[in-house]
């Protein structure tokens, strides 16, 4: 029955969805980085290598 | 007694265990390298294969495992040891884990070195190992999760560096990868069958195939680069922000792109599409890291003048720049019509291998272990010469795999003005592409060589050594990092571990999801063929030798839609002809011709001559002797338990059948070692050669429905003298 469901089930839907969330997500990550004031808390996480 | 609490403490760093892991790298590389050259050497001439161990089957996979798993990966946690305890400025979380993991990582490396020449292998490429070790790998990756893991729970820092984030998902994917990747049944200790068939499992393993390339090759290496490049440049990293960018596209795209392996194979051309889309968006992001990496060095250029280590960093980052350029555009599919399964997939992957992993484990090692036995390096000098031999190595080995893969590609495809094949057979082709053969060995024998001065340079470096100890350091106390980063999601993020892993394996896992339940669900993916029935017990023995004498690293099984393909070998390969196929053998290479519709081209005394002779019947091949497999002797006792295992995996054999397995198997090999002796040839009836012929006169057969009524059949001959290599 399940194997059934599933074998005859139109997945490629999914593909598209996951698409649009990711991209979603991607692009929100992009503008949170670059809003203003982000600069400063990054120049100082990039210093960590160099301050151990 | 003073109420004030001191700001600072101090603590050692675990350096040995950063030491132990960057001895092992040295090591295995020299091992894995060696392999290499011998297998270079093998095709430069066949004489090389001196022994069924070491014959080219058998000792590639070593190689790429040795190389992949031992030199990088032990280079890869040297690195994220040294650098995860300075990042979160605390001392690794258990000793102990630490050495079980070191400890249990080489005891894998040593079980693979014994079981892959002795022909223990599950066919699948990069992931050969057999089921117990395996489970071995699941359990010292878990523990070296767990240990990685606790440590970030310990830390000091509050903010995850993004070195850290690229570990955090190699942690996890390669977890995942080779989980499903390594599914399957066993029959006996050292032998099992993928759980999964024919273009299922072609989809499960390059998922895995091409994700070992990005997880365990490309982003834990990138962390390094975020690390070791900015320490040695004493610069900070060109863009944080960028980096923030590389990581996420990196991690969301790299997973789907795995079909861009089987391109115009009989993978639904839906799944291939999606490789090739993501493989080419993949530029970006790859190009994006490079750019950030080599840009950390603004300002600082003239110290390659003088370092060797940022000399290996760059050029490092350079070929990683042309690797994951040259991958997309092998990912069209006009392109890798030409390309696949020449030798220009070999250039590009040691274009990767050679230049992006190895010489920045190079750079990696000169940085580290002068540091880690508190002394200078012994000659700048020595290891700037060890750079020219690796880089002259590298461009001679790519260029000469260029030209032999460009060449084959064309001598596969040409036509003359009738419309045949200009190179009817494959032995005239074999002469054009000795030289580069040859040019790929002395290649690689300089980039061994430079590897060696390396050593002496370490062995005096070692000589100098101060008081080799942890590094002692003060770090701030201990202070409550629960609070949030910052006020933004992704400041958040950044600082919390657990819910950074979870969102890394959505953006891990969502690819693999939705690539492979649709192509394991759907029906309509493999269209059922009435013809195709499952092997007989004989076959099935003789799949498994073909298995064991890694066959599948020179043949292919797959006969690609194209005229030159079909006039060549036959029938083009339809998805359903493999649904009884645990594992897949498709192959990624074709030394030699491939062999889906061998079944039935040439008389068994033909392959009888070839296996224990394959210049008897085909003067310039550079196949190995397989005349071991005439005094093997045929073991059957498992044969009923194999064909049980294929039952339940849904070859309809019935119970009788399941039952009486290694008597059929009997029977057949009666019937092929009779007609052989009639024809003057030995009895092997009761050597694995029967069984392996079995399994090659079956191949391809029921694809093509039966035998091509055009053809004309090989006539056999009257004595007992090898066949010529007739054209097709």
């Known amino acids: 029955m399940k194997s059934d469901v599933l074998s005859f089930s139109e997945f490629a839907y999914l593909a598209e969805i996951s698409l649009v969330i990711f991209m979603a997500v991607f692009l929100g990550a992009i503008v949170w980085m670059f809003r203003p004031g982000a600069k400063q808390a990054y120049t100082a996480c990039a210093q960590l290598p160099l301050d151990d | ?728």
């Not at chain 2, 990685?148 to 850290?164: I, Q, S």
């Not at chain 2, 955090?168 to 390594?182: E, F, G, M, Q, Y």
């Not at chain 2, 070999?346 to 002394?375: C, D, E, M, Q, S």
């Not at chain 2, 073991?635 to 995996?649: E, I, P, Y």
């Open chain 2, 1 to 728: 007694m003073s109420d004030i609490q001191p700001n600072t403490e101090t603590i050692r760093y675990d350096d040995a265990i950063v030491r132990h892991f960057s001895y092992a790298t040295i090591i295995w590389g020299l091992i894995g390298m060696l392999a290499g050259l011998w297998l270079a050497l093998e095709l430069s001439d066949p004489r090389f294969n001196l022994h069924e161990m070491v014959a080219f089957g058998r000792l590639r996979p070593l190689h790429t495992n040795a190389v992949i798993f031992a030199f990088v990966g032990n280079g890869m946690f040297a690195g994220i040891y040294y650098s995860t305890q300075r990042l979160l400025k605390t001392r690794l979380a258990s000793d102990l884990l630490s050495k079980v993991h070191f400890w249990g990582w080489q005891a894998i490396i040593v079980s693979a070195a014994i079981t892959l020449p002795l022909g223990f292998t599950s066919s699948k490429e990069y992931a050969e190992l057999e089921w117990p070790i395996d489970i071995a790998i699941a359990l010292v990756w878990v523990v070296f999760g767990i240990n990685f893991f606790w440590t970030l729970a310990r830390r000091r820092e509050k903010h995850l560096y993004v070195a850290l984030w690229f570990y955090i998902a190699s942690i996890i994917a390669i977890a995942v990868l080779h989980i499903v990747n390594s599914m399957a049944v066993p029959v006996s200790l050292l032998k099992s069958y993928s759980a999964y068939a024919g273009i299922q499992d072609g989809l499960v393993q390059w998922w895995y195939g091409h994700n070992a390339v990005a997880f365990f090759l490309t982003t834990p290496y990138l962390g390094l680069m975020y690390y070791f490049v900015p320490k040695a440049a004493q610069r900070p990293v060109y863009s944080y922000r960028l980096s923030i960018i590389h990581f996420w596209a990196l991690v969301f795209l790299y997973i789907w792109a795995g079909p861009h392996h089987l391109l115009n194979s009989a993978l639904p051309d839906w799944a291939q599409s999606l490789g090739t889309a993501f493989s080419i968006m993949l530029l970006a992001p790859s190009w994006g890291g490079m750019i950030n990496g080599l840009l950390t060095l603004r300002g600082a250029w003239h110290k390659l003048r003088t370092d060797p280590v940022l000399k290996f960093f760059v050029a490092s980052l350079t070929f990683y720049g042309m690797a994951t350029f040259e991958g997309p555009m092998l990912s069209l599919k006009s392109v890798n019509s030409l390309s696949h399964f020449t030798n220009w997939t070999i250039a590009h992957v040691h274009a990767g291998g050679l230049g992006w992993n190895g010489f920045f484990t190079f750079g990696l090692l000169y940085w580290l272990l002068p540091r880690l036995w508190k002394t200078d390096l012994h000659s700048k000098a020595l290891a700037t010469t060890h750079f020219w031999f690796g880089l002259i190595g590298i461009a001679i080995y790519v260029l000469a795999m260029w030209v032999n893969g460009v060449t084959e590609g064309l001598m596969w495809k040409e036509f003359d003005p009738d419309g045949k094949l200009v190179y009817g057979t494959w032995d005239e082709m074999v002469p054009a592409l000795r030289p580069t053969y040859i040019a790929r060995a002395v290649g690689g024998g300089l980039y061994i060589v430079g590897l060696l001065l390396m050593i002496w340079n370490f062995f005096k470096t070692w000589q100098t050594r101060g008081e080799v100890s942890d590094t002692i350091v003060e770090v701030p106390v201990r202070r409550d990092l629960s609070a949030p980063a910052g006020k933004s999601w992704h400041r958040k993020l950044e600082g919390a571990p657990l819910r950074f892993a979870m969102f890394t394996t959505v953006a891990v896992a969502a690819g693999g999801i939705f690539e492979l339940i649709p192509s394991m669900a759907i029906k309509s993916n493999v269209p059922t063929i009435a013809s195709v029935r499952p092997y007989s017990p004989l076959e099935l023995e003789g799949r498994d030798i073909y298995i064991a004498e890694g066959c599948v690293n020179c043949h292919s099984q797959m006969v690609r839609p194209f005229r030159e393909e079909t006039l060549r070998y036959g029938d083009y390969a339809k998805a359903g002809e493999f649904i009884y196929d645990h594992p897949f053998l498709w192959g990624s290479r074709r030394i030699g011709p491939d062999l889906l519709r061998v079944g039935g081209k040439y008389n068994d005394l033909w392959h009888y001559n070839h296996l224990v002779d394959p210049r008897s019947t085909s003067p310039r091949s550079l196949m190995p002797s397989y005349a071991h497999l005439a005094e093997q002797p045929l073991d059957l006792s498992m044969t009923n338990r194999k064909a049980g295992v294929h039952a339940m995996f849904g070859a309809p054999y019935t119970e009788g059948e399941i039952g009486a397995a290694s008597l059929m198997a009997q029977m057949q090999a009666d019937t092929i070692a009779d007609g052989l002796v009639e024809l003057g040839a030995p009895d092997i009836r009761a050597v694995e050669m029967v069984a392996l012929i079995a399994y090659l006169q079956r191949l391809g057969i029921d694809g093509k429905g039966a035998v091509d009524a055009d053809v004309a059949p090989v006539e056999a001959p009257t004595e007992g003298r090898p066949m010529p290599l007739e054209a097709p």
